[in-house]
């Protein structure tokens, strides 16, 4: 069997994967994202789906634009509904 990198390297190593990307008890009072953290302590599972949803629907617009940038190519508009300037 081969070994893979994580048999040569021990729990110290990769201890960070473990860790949470975000603790919502860090979050000031005063903080615009309180609301959030507040959520995150006490309905984890609504939290969780409202961040994946806003972190798609980021993609989606992000990828729309860049694709109707390649399309459009010196024509492009940004968040112009219906295609290009030169359609104005």
């Known amino acids: 069997r081969?070994?893979?990198?994580?048999?040569?390297?021990?729990d110290d190593n990769i201890s960070w994967l473990g860790k949470?990307?975000?603790?919502?008890?860090?979050?000031?009072?005063?903080?615009?994202?309180?609301?959030?953290?507040?959520?995150?302590e006490n309905d984890y599972e609504t939290a969780e789906t409202l961040f994946s949803g806003l972190f798609f629907v980021i993609l989606l617009v992000l990828t729309q634009e860049l694709l109707r940038m390649q399309m459009y190519g010196d024509n492009y508009m940004p968040f112009v509904t219906g295609g290009a300037a030169a359609k104005q």
């Open 20 to 40: 949470p990307f975000w603790d919502p008890s860090t979050v000031s009072e005063d903080s615009p994202l309180r609301w959030f953290a507040d959520m995150a």
């Open 2 to 10: 081969r070994k893979s990198w994580f048999d040569n390297n021990d």
